[in-house]
């Protein structure tokens, strides 16, 4: 320390701890500064009335959408001047005047959705997803109509467009040609614009169907359809993009087929078919037969005794904690957005 205090004076600091091998900020002395008298004020601080003057400014009604750069601008545009823009803030964030100061609506508790089904088309879900092209940022929109009950695609359709009059139409043709009674029917969906559309609300509730909404950016809320799209798009066969609606329907038609033919983890294996046209049975005593030869040709195998198919589940809900059934699922009938323009686009694969 001797050596770097005794430095000639054209030598930086810096450069002599650097060859010194010493850091730099640890030469300086760590003793605390002695108190040569009493704290002297800011000559240049604002006085209280000063203070009082910039607060009153800022609280003022035509200022209260305005931030203080916007404020201190207008007040210099009519000729006066209370402080520097830095102490304006400096001043408002001392008294917590920074943020909101409007009166501000609470945040919107949206409701949890809870559906329980006991058979096919008792609850439908559905959701859109983005199907890429060759053209970069534009996609094709692939609408999906699941039954809660057994996953099966009950409807689907591919458009250019993603709007509430394609929805409509789809869920029109689709409650027609399944033949379901809409007045039992909850649709469950999330809150994109055309499910949350006037025009698309007010039709669903015009059959008597119930409605039903996930709460906002809760994946969970929708799972069926979420999981169908991730099945959808990490297929072996899924090529990535497509040349337009008539190359995407090329794929999607037959993958379709694969997904309501394929055995469904979900399902104890059994296929969407199976579960949705009331096949179990017949594909339970195929299994359970096939199994009991087997057993009996091979006991040595079964240490636990013998095999035993299992069975779908009797019950399948979203989000069952709360007990309520499909018919008591209420329609989230808030924050509804206007809905697009009609497009009429003949049969239910849109162009």
Partial sequence: MRVLEERPAFVPRSRACDMLGL?????????PRRKTGPHKPQPRALQPAERAEILEVIGEDRYIDESIARIHARELSEGRVHASVSTMYRVARAERMTGERRDQRPPRRHRKPSITVHGPNQAWTWDITKLPTFDVGRYLNLYVILDLYSRYPVGWMISRKENASLAVQLFR?????????????VIHQDRGSPM??????????SLGATLSHS????????????????????????????????????????????????PHSGLAMFTPEDVHFDRIETVHRTRQSALDTYWQAHPERFVQGPPSVPRPPAVVSINPEDGRDAEQVLAEDDALEDGIDPVVVPGTHAA
């Fill in 196 to 205: 949350i559309a006037h025009q698309y609300h007010d039709f669903v509730t």
């Fill in 215 to 262: 709460r906002p950016r809760v994946s969970n809320d929708n799972p069926m359809s979420e999981a169908q799209f991730k099945t959808l798009k990490y297929a072996p066969s899924y090529p990535g993009r497509f040349a337009g609606p008539g190359d995407a329907r090329a794929w999607v038609a037959p993958f379709m087929d694969y997904y309501a033919e394929a």
């Fill in 173 to 185: 043709e689709t409650i027609q040609r399944r033949g379901v009674n809409p007045n039992l029917l």
């Fill in 23 to 31: 850091n730099r900020s640890a030469t300086y002395s760590r003793a």
